[in-house]
């Protein structure tokens, strides 16, 4: 094969093949038609051997005389550079040259040469197409280059976008989602990171709870009324029990409760938010002697742990004041309730991280924090147990005299206003207050409201005398009877229109003589000394649910009100009012508030004292002592209606009533008994109440000699020296 030529290929035109020149030769003349070393074209239709198309097919070259014709794709355009463009362009034929090229460059060190290629003449023969079926006709080898078709113009590349502007923006974007994830993490690491780290901490802590002792209530002594002692509870996790009525089975001797209880409390449930709960209380307050025996018995399921009971000592001593609390030490009734947030202490709590399973131990080292658990305060009372204990005694065997009755004694000191004692009949075991009766829970000198009767007249004389109606030597006669509005008022005791002294209309209780006094100080004046006494509204003893009572509007007065309301009916009244009221008549004339509560003792032993007790003048020290001797007449004067209430060695000063009991406004069959007292007369240190409701009647029997037994046990009790012999006074009932 000949060796390939350095010389560009020419056409039959004279002008190079692959060049981007014009058809016009660069000298200004024509382009002979001599035979040149093909182009591109004729680069193409080489074979991978290095032979031409035309060498493969046996058509002559150039040197052989025979005449060079073009290639089926030579002959699509008449553009010589059209190969060149269509391979800057990206085109097929580029594409097409690459491949076909590829092996000849593969092949290193052959040089091969370019057959010059016979020009097409007008009756050369045409190799056929490679892709036609049919024959193309032969182009003019005259045609000059200038009239051909020209080529066809490159396309024009897209406009690309400013590569700043997307720059710019992507530039904006990355630094803002920067600055999103930044502020994430600075949340997630300074604001959010105690609830991420406390939440995994949850998920493996205990928390046990730490119960704060509950203060307790002494007497004004010291000595416990009510305290709290440690105990312990036992429960059940009833996930955990394999078989509850075994379980069951063993622990009712121990616990007291029924087998088919302790079942119910261990059967299965769901909490509200469908998890199965692990916690059931079985016993509450449990002693600790108990409580060992159950843990001795290893059932499985059933836990034990600290608790607290309130241990009562007296067991019904004051129980009507005192009240209960509930199993969880929470105030229910009497003063438990009342001071509930003085006695309760913050429970404290330990949580500490523990294992799972069998590992459920603290773990060492690990998360633990412990609150305190702070003591309430203790409650220190005016009540003084000895005498608080004598006095429900003495009641208690007066009220057995009558059957389903009730009936409320107080003690009061003077000057001070201190209850020592409150009693309350019937009552019931403050160690175990479930099993009784509602109504014997309830404390009688503060809830029990009644017509106090007769003991109301001290009321009516004590305004007659402070406003100069009356004077200790007032006499006037009176009747047997006497009329208000449309109601006539009878004595017990007749007068027959006898002129009496005001000491006798005390003695025998004389309605008559109380109506004509309180006639005389008129309505407004006699209601406003009500009020002045402590009656319409609570006295604010310290008990909880105290009844106000209530006195009958200056409005509301009808005629026969003018003969009732003296006399102690149409007035709604509690047993604690009147003892208050009369403990101001013997503190020569001041009132002075009943409390129950001494001082608040906290947790680190300060003792706070109470408030001071509310105090107000009613009389005036001359009148109260007037009122007072007057009053001693009712234990003195032969046939009067508080002998039975005399104490022997002691001048004592008081009244006797009769009234009645009212529920819902309707009165209640029999009546309310009553004596109110003072004792010495001549200089008084305790006032007492006592108060007896007898359904069938009775109680007059009743209070008068309690009365005696309760101020003979505290005189003697406080060592009250007694009144000077031949002190008492005399008394003219009928005076000339």
């Given at each position: 094969?000949?060796?390939?030529?350095?010389?560009?290929?020419?056409?039959?035109?004279?002008?190079?093949?692959?060049?981007?020149?014009?058809?016009?030769?660069?000298?200004?003349?024509?382009?002979?038609?001599?035979?040149?070393?093909?182009?591109?074209?004729?680069?193409?239709?080489?074979?991978?051997?290095?032979?031409?198309?035309?060498?493969?097919?046996?058509?002559?070259?150039?040197?052989?005389?025979?005449?060079?014709?073009?290639?089926?794709?030579?002959?699509?355009?008449?553009?010589?550079?059209?190969?060149?463009?269509?391979?800057?362009?990206?085109?097929?034929?580029?594409?097409?040259?690459?491949?076909?090229?590829?092996?000849?460059?593969?092949?290193?060190?052959?040089?091969?040469?370019?057959?010059?290629?016979?020009?097409?003449?007008?009756?050369?023969?045409?190799?056929?197409?490679?892709?036609?079926?049919?024959?193309?006709?032969?182009?003019?080898?005259?045609?000059?280059?200038?009239?051909?078709?020209?080529?066809?113009?490159?396309?024009?590349?897209?406009?690309?976008?400013?590569?700043?502007?997307?720059?710019?923006?992507?530039?904006?974007?990355?630094?803002?989602?920067?600055?999103?994830?930044?502020?994430?993490?600075?949340?997630?690491?300074?604001?959010?990171?105690?609830?991420?780290?406390?939440?995994?901490?949850?998920?493996?802590?205990?928390?046990?709870?730490?119960?704060?002792?509950?203060?307790?209530?002494?007497?004004?002594?010291?000595?416990?009324?009510?305290?709290?002692?440690?105990?312990?509870?036992?429960?059940?996790?009833?996930?955990?029990?394999?078989?509850?009525?075994?379980?069951?089975?063993?622990?009712?001797?121990?616990?007291?409760?029924?087998?088919?209880?302790?079942?119910?409390?261990?059967?299965?449930?769901?909490?509200?938010?469908?998890?199965?709960?692990?916690?059931?209380?079985?016993?509450?307050?449990?002693?600790?002697?108990?409580?060992?025996?159950?843990?001795?018995?290893?059932?499985?399921?059933?836990?034990?742990?600290?608790?607290?009971?309130?241990?009562?000592?007296?067991?019904?001593?004051?129980?009507?004041?005192?009240?209960?609390?509930?199993?969880?030490?929470?105030?229910?009734?009497?003063?438990?309730?009342?001071?509930?947030?003085?006695?309760?202490?913050?429970?404290?709590?330990?949580?500490?991280?523990?294992?799972?399973?069998?590992?459920?131990?603290?773990?060492?080292?690990?998360y633990s924090r412990t609150t305190p658990a702070k003591p309430g305060s203790s409650l220190s009372l005016t009540i003084v147990r000895d005498l608080q204990f004598r006095t429900q005694q003495i009641l208690s065997a007066g009220m057995a005299k009558v059957p389903g009755g009730t009936g409320a004694a107080v003690i009061m000191e003077i000057p001070t206003g201190a209850v020592l004692a409150q009693a309350s009949n019937p009552t019931y075991d403050a160690a175990k207050p479930l099993p009784s009766d509602p109504v014997s829970r309830e404390d009688a000198a503060t809830s029990f409201v009644v017509d106090p009767g007769s003991v109301h007249k001290a009321i009516t004389y004590g305004a007659a005398l402070q406003e100069g109606v009356i004077t200790p030597d007032t006499t006037f006669p009176v009747a047997n009877a006497i009329k208000m509005g449309d109601t006539w008022f009878p004595d017990t005791h007749p007068a027959d229109g006898k002129r009496m002294s005001i000491p006798g209309m005390l003695a025998y209780s004389s309605n008559v003589g109380a109506i004509t006094v309180a006639d005389r100080l008129g309505r407004d004046r006699l209601i406003d000394y009500q009020k002045r006494f402590g009656?319409?509204?609570?006295?604010?003893?310290?008990?909880?649910?105290?009844?106000?009572?209530?006195?009958?509007?200056?409005?509301?007065?009808?005629?026969?009100?003018?003969?009732?309301?003296?006399?102690?009916?149409?007035?709604?009244?509690?047993?604690?009012?009147?003892?208050?009221?009369?403990?101001?008549?013997?503190?020569?004339?001041?009132?002075?508030?009943?409390?129950?509560?001494?001082?608040?003792?906290?947790?680190?032993?300060k003792r706070t004292p109470a408030p001071a007790p509310v105090t107000r003048s009613v009389l005036s020290p001359q009148n109260a002592a007037a009122l007072r001797t007057m009053l001693e007449a009712v234990t003195t004067v032969d046939r009067a209606t508080g002998l039975t209430a005399a104490v022997p060695g002691y001048r004592v000063a008081g009244k006797t009533g009769t009234g009645w009991r009212l529920v819902n406004g309707k009165k209640q069959p029999g009546e309310v008994s009553s004596f109110i007292g003072m004792a010495p007369a001549e200089n008084p240190r305790y006032v007492i109440s006592v108060f007896v409701y007898a359904p069938n009647n009775g109680g007059a029997a009743v209070a008068g000699p309690a009365f005696r037994d309760m101020m003979q046990f505290t005189l003697r009790h406080y060592r009250v020296p007694p009144s000077a012999a031949g002190s008492a006074p005399k008394f003219v009932v009928y005076p000339r």
């Open positions: 094969m000949p060796p390939r030529s350095d010389e560009p290929r020419r056409d039959p035109t004279g002008s190079r093949r692959g060049s981007a020149r014009d058809a016009k030769p660069t000298d200004g003349e024509p382009r002979t038609g001599e035979p040149g070393i093909g182009g591109i074209s004729g680069a193409r239709a080489y074979t991978p051997r290095g032979r031409t198309v035309r060498e493969e097919r046996g058509t002559p070259t150039r040197g052989q005389g025979a005449e060079q014709r073009r290639t089926p794709r030579s002959t699509r355009s008449g553009d010589p550079f059209r190969p060149a463009l269509q391979v800057l362009d990206g085109g097929r034929a580029a594409a097409r040259a690459g491949r076909r090229d590829a092996p000849a460059a593969g092949r290193g060190g052959v040089v091969r040469t370019v057959v010059p290629r016979t020009p097409r003449g007008p009756g050369g023969d045409e190799p056929p197409p490679r892709r036609r079926t049919t024959p193309r006709a032969p182009r003019r080898a005259d045609r000059p280059a200038a009239a051909r078709r020209p080529s066809r113009k490159p396309r024009r590349p897209p406009k690309l976008a400013d590569s700043r502007l997307r720059l710019r923006l992507g530039t904006v974007l990355a630094l803002t989602l920067f600055a999103v994830i930044g502020i994430r993490l600075i949340f997630l690491q300074a604001v959010d990171a105690p609830a991420y780290a406390g939440g995994g901490v949850t998920d493996r802590t205990r928390t046990v709870e730490l119960p704060a002792p509950r203060g307790a209530i002494y007497d004004s002594t010291g000595a416990p009324l009510a305290r709290s002692v440690e105990a312990r509870y036992v429960y059940a996790d009833p996930t955990q029990v394999e078989d509850p009525a075994a379980t069951a089975k063993a622990l009712s001797p121990l616990l007291g409760i029924p087998v088919s209880k302790l079942m119910e409390l261990m059967r299965p449930r769901k909490l509200e938010n469908g998890i199965a709960s692990t916690f059931a209380y079985l016993a509450r307050g449990v002693e600790i002697p108990t409580a060992k025996r159950v843990q001795a018995l290893e059932l499985p399921g059933i836990g034990v742990h600290r608790d607290e009971r309130r241990d009562v000592p007296g067991g019904d001593l004051a129980a009507n004041l005192i009240g209960f609390t509930s199993q969880d030490m929470d105030g229910l009734e009497g003063l438990e309730a009342r001071y509930d947030n003085v006695l309760a202490g913050q429970d404290g709590k330990r949580v500490y991280e523990a294992g799972l399973g069998d590992l459920g131990a603290p773990i060492p080292g690990g009656l319409g509204k609570p006295t604010g003893e310290g008990m909880p649910g105290e009844a106000s009572g209530r006195l009958l509007p200056a409005d509301e007065w009808s005629g026969s009100s003018y003969g009732s309301v003296p006399i102690g009916h149409s007035v709604d009244a509690t047993p604690l009012q009147m003892t208050a009221a009369y403990a101001a008549i013997a503190n020569n004339g001041t009132y002075v508030q009943p409390h129950l509560v001494k001082e608040v003792i906290g947790p680190d032993g």
